[in-house]
């Protein structure tokens, strides 16, 4: 077959789940043939887009190169993925060149669904539209935050499942914070709209969350939907379910307008033998492999399993996979466990934030209890989240230095 690479390992997606596992193989086993595929040529530190719509970091401190990040010894086949076809261990480009493996890795991330939102695109950088989901949109964030003095603020979240589910309210407070700082909150109506039942999936941290709400003096709406937005006009209409299952519609004016888009799996996941019904790469939420195909692994945004999609999650995620494709390559004994931790540094003012850890379930896992003290906000986690963080995921989840994260693994009887 001619445009035909063949390596052992295939990994598609050379974000933070694609590197990191790269990176923790050939600390493993240094012989590994692995190529990852992936058309991006800059990689970017995402969970620093909030810190940049907030004021907190200069966009370009959350970008370098790709060539400057991928492990050495990995082959980069710089195209973008189309097409899986497990029945003949192939991935297949969009160049018209194949790939086949041994064992292949998928961790291509998540779409977000900007269409999704009638007239979104039309005026997203204009018009008070913004979104700290996108690398060049976030100083836009900032921008509005700092001109606004007086008007109405709004700040939205689709339905779950989202990448980083707290970052919604996370651009919300940090905005509140700075007007709150110059004097002008009380000239400022905040409002949230969410479509999620509650303010955030795990119990426990909403009554942190619910003082900041109060001290802010927020709007607060649960199960409201955002499904248009007219830019020229700074109006954004809503959906939420009336009381007779009807499905009523409204709008609300704006002069500034923080979107969190509608998130999926990737369109060439949806369409593959990969995806479950609703289109997630369909895994064993304990061992990450795929149901259907042993010698498939997956981790990251695109899987079907319950925890939050985090790079928090990616750290525990990346050493399990990592041990499980050398099990099934005969490298390595037992299936390595994934428990579900995700983590969240829900900043709530400049200065501190809500350090949610948890596994599946909701079951609190805190890393750093001092940190947490229980479910507070504090300032020691600030410090985590603005300066530990950024250097832990450049130097360390990236070169897969597996600190403080090894897995349990199941031995064979």
Not at 11 to 24: L, N, P, Q, R
Not at 138 to 167: D, E, H, N
Not at 235 to 259: G, I, P
């Amino acid at each position: 077959m001619q445009n035909v690479a063949r390596h052992e390992i295939v990994i598609v997606g050379a974000g933070a789940a694609g590197i990191s596992v790269a990176a923790g193989l050939l600390a493993r086993s240094h012989a590994l043939d692995i190529a990852l595929i992936d058309p991006a040529t800059t990689h970017y530190y995402q969970p620093g887009w909030t810190l940049v719509g907030g004021g907190v970091f200069r966009a370009e401190t959350t970008a370098r190169p790709m060539a400057s990040v991928l492990p050495r010894g990995v082959t980069h086949i710089a195209e973008a993925a189309i097409a899986f076809e497990p029945e003949v261990n192939t991935v297949r480009l969009a160049d018209g060149r194949a790939v086949e493996y041994r064992q292949l890795i998928v961790c291509p991330g998540i779409e977000l669904d900007w269409n999704g939102i009638e007239g979104l695109t039309e005026t997203l950088g204009r018009n008070g539209v913004t979104s700290n989901y996108r690398y060049d949109l976030a100083p836009y964030t900032w921008q509005l935050v700092q001109q606004m003095k007086r008007g109405s603020a709004v700040f939205t979240q689709p339905p779950i499942p989202i990448k980083c589910a707290g970052a919604p309210q996370k651009a919300m407070y940090l905005s509140a914070d700075h007007w709150r700082r110059m004097g002008c909150l009380k000239n400022i109506e905040i409002a949230f709209y969410s479509a999620a039942p509650a303010l955030f999936s795990v119990a426990a941290y909403i009554p942190a969350l619910m003082e900041y709400i109060q001290r802010y003096n927020v709007d607060l709406n649960l199960g409201t939907k955002l499904v248009a937005v007219d830019g020229d006009a700074k109006r954004a209409t809503f959906t939420r379910s009336a009381a007779d299952n009807t499905v009523e519609r409204f709008t609300r004016d704006f002069d500034m307008l923080h979107v969190t888009p509608p998130q999926r799996a990737p369109a060439f996941v949806r369409a593959s033998p990969l995806a479950d019904a609703v289109g997630w790469i369909d895994v064993n939420p304990d061992t990450l492999a795929h149901k259907r195909y042993a010698n498939i692994h997956a981790l990251g945004d695109a899987i079907n399993t319950t925890n939050s999609k985090t790079a928090g999650a990616v750290r525990k995620q990346a050493p399990v996979v990592a041990h499980n494709v050398l099990a099934a390559l005969g490298k390595a004994r037992g299936a390595a466990i994934y428990d579900g931790y995700g983590a969240c540094p829900l900043t709530v003012e400049r200065g501190r934030v809500v350090l949610a850890e948890f596994l599946y379930g909701g079951k609190l896992a805190p890393s750093f209890p001092l940190l947490n003290e229980g479910t507070r906000a504090t300032r020691l986690a600030w410090m985590l989240k603005t300066h530990v963080l950024p250097f832990f995921y450049w130097n360390i989840l990236l070169r897969g230095r597996e600190w403080l994260v090894k897995p349990p693994v199941n031995m064979p009887d």
